[in-house]
């Protein structure tokens, strides 16, 4: 049996921790067979191999009788670089639970654990049910609702330096103004009206207008701003700061982007460009 979890890219903007995009990069999961300890094989060289791993760690939260299993990990989602490498291990995680220990969890069930162990639903929402979803934590509980589909396709710029969440959200203030906190929701609020009425004439440019946290971040990702201008000048729909960075999101037409990665090789930008597109499947598990 093999679990397979999208990737996702988080904010869009000013979404920040509501808005998140799943996308077509994926952590697969095979459950091989029972073993008298818990063992995960894979090629990273910085994540743990035996419980403590954070999938069989989540698994346990939710199932500590689980019997342990011999697993094997791949995954081309880059770890600490702003594309939900947390987040899809956690969801693998729920999900390993779910099959291993029978649960017949609901879609709903696991976006609940998935979002109180993550905090916040931006990753974990799109990595379970694919698609864009917007979600927040209201009353004890979370709300997730899936938005139209973009689009576009994807060209996500990875530098090769990681970017831990922790650290990127402790560049953040401590607090913002009414003044400011009223027309950074504001920005996002209409971004949200135009996802859903598809008014792609206007959701580039408030995709561009964040006020919570792009700009305390720039500094460490001084990519940002240079991709932004060239993506405009390639005709792009926007740039985004993806997750916490440093990965750098642009969202364009399929045939823009030969030309987009051009410029950025023009501009002395030559990191990995991903070309990817929204994933709408969300977690799936293949017998
Ligand atoms: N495939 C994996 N298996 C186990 N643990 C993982 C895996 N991928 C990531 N992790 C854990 O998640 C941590 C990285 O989480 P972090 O939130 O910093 O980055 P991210 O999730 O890639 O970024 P973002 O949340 O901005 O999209 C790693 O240090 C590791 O502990
Ligand atoms: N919304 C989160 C995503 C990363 O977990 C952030 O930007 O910090």
Redesign the pocket.
């Known amino acids: 049996m093999q679990i397979k979890v999208p990737?996702?890219?988080?904010n869009l903007g000013p979404g920040f921790d509501s808005i998140g995009m799943a996308v077509s990069l994926y952590?697969t999961l095979d459950v091989l067979e029972p073993s008298d300890e818990w063992v995960?094989d894979?090629d990273?060289d910085?994540?743990?191999h035996d419980q403590s791993?954070?999938?069989i760690d989540t698994a346990l939260k939710i199932k500590a009788d689980l019997p342990p299993h011999h697993l094997k990990?791949q995954?081309a989602?880059?770890?600490?670089?702003?594309?939900?490498?947390?987040?899809?291990?956690i969801v693998?995680g729920i999900e390993l639970a779910n099959v291993l220990g029978k649960l017949q969890l609901s879609n709903d069930e696991k976006v609940a654990i998935a979002c109180e162990i993550?905090g916040h639903p931006d990753?974990v929402t799109p990595a379970i049910l694919g698609g864009l979803v917007i979600g927040t934590n209201v009353n004890g509980h979370f709300d997730a609702i899936q938005a139209p589909l973009l689009p576009y396709a994807l060209a996500a710029y990875v530098p090769s330096y990681?970017?831990?969440?922790?650290?990127?959200r402790a560049a953040l203030p401590a607090s913002l103004t009414l003044k400011q906190a009223t027309h950074g929701s504001a920005i996002a609020n209409v971004l949200v009206a135009g996802l859903f009425a598809n008014r792609y004439d206007l959701v580039g440019e408030l995709m561009e207008a964040d006020e919570f946290h792009e700009q305390p971040r720039a500094k460490l990702v001084p990519e940002l701003a240079k991709i932004r201008e060239i993506g405009h000048e390639a005709g792009a729909l926007a740039t985004y700061l993806?997750?916490?960075?440093p990965?750098v999101m642009t969202i364009i037409d399929k045939q823009g982007i030969p030309r987009f990665k051009q410029l950025l090789l023009q501009a002395g930008l030559s990191d990995p460009l991903l070309e990817i597109e929204p994933d709408t499947e969300g977690v799936q598990v293949v017998d």
């Open positions: 990737a996702s890219s988080a952590l995960i894979h990273f910085d994540l743990p791993n954070m999938i990990m995954s989602i880059p770890v600490a670089h702003g594309l939900g490498s947390s987040s899809s291990a693998a993550e990753n990681n970017l831990k969440t922790a650290d990127a993806s997750g916490a960075g990965t």
